[in-house]
């Protein structure tokens, strides 16, 4: 059973601060991890994708892959109200499918 | 990223009839996926719906109880039937791009009474 497991949260951070959000898959030869945002009442948001090791930036927004110690995460910067969300972890699997896994969701909460 | 849309954004339906939803893109994709958000909880895949082949369908998700067409590279529908309270959800309908990265519907929000 291919797995995705986050802590739910909550996750309170102050406004300002530096958020991280964690993630382990339990397949060692997965290739594409993903990172989506999703508010209340709204779809899923992708937000990030990472594929080798090591960290990726966008903005606010940094992405960490270990695929030795099979975990990836999620760091954001400089945390506004805004970033206040349910972040989902998602893995690709090895294998032509395309399917992803979801992890069950964190939630964070940015208090201003 | 490629423009999805969904048809209804919501219904409320009675137990024992059946919802059809749409999903209709902008581009042309081979894979196209449907997923259940029950309250609370995360995306659970339903199936995988490729144009021209049967959907493939997940554990404990079986055609009978959820027919999908695929008729075209932009569009497939999702069946939802003989309704139970359990089957009040949120459904989303996404597809492929480059590097597995998927995309999102805004979702049909569900209420089966």
């Known amino acids: 059973q291919k797995e995705v497991e986050q802590n739910s949260g909550p996750l309170s951070v102050p406004e300002g601060a530096i958020a991280s959000l964690n993630c382990t898959y339990s397949d060692r030869v997965s290739q594409s991890f993903f990172w989506y945002r999703q508010y209340s009442g709204k779809s899923p948001e992708l937000i990030m994708s990472?594929?080798?090791?090591g960290d990726k930036e966008d903005g606010r927004f940094t992405a960490q892959l270990n695929k030795a110690s099979q975990y990836v995460s999620l760091l954001i910067r400089d945390s506004q109200p805004s970033d206040s969300a349910t972040y989902l972890c998602?893995?690709?699997?090895?294998?032509?499918?395309?399917?992803?896994?979801f992890g069950q969701g964190t939630t964070l909460q940015v208090k201003p | 990223s490629a423009v999805i849309s969904q048809k209804p954004s919501r219904d409320i339906c009675q137990r024992g009839t059946s919802l059809t939803i749409q999903c209709q893109v902008d581009s042309q994709v081979t894979m196209m996926f449907w997923y259940r958000q029950q309250p609370g909880q995360s995306l659970t895949l339903i199936a995988t719906a490729n144009q021209g082949s049967e959907a493939t369908y997940e554990s404990g998700f079986v055609i009978d109880k959820f027919p999908i067409s695929r008729p075209n590279l932009t569009f497939s529908t999702l069946t939802v039937s003989n309704m139970s309270p359990e089957d009040s959800s949120i459904y989303l309908c996404?597809?492929?791009?480059?590097?597995?990265?998927?995309?999102f519907g805004p979702g049909t929000r569900l209420t089966v009474t």
């Open positions: 998602a893995v690709h699997f090895s294998g032509n499918t395309g399917k992803l896994i």
């Open positions: 990472i594929y080798s090791n």
């Open positions: 996404s597809v492929n791009s480059q590097n597995s990265e998927q995309y």
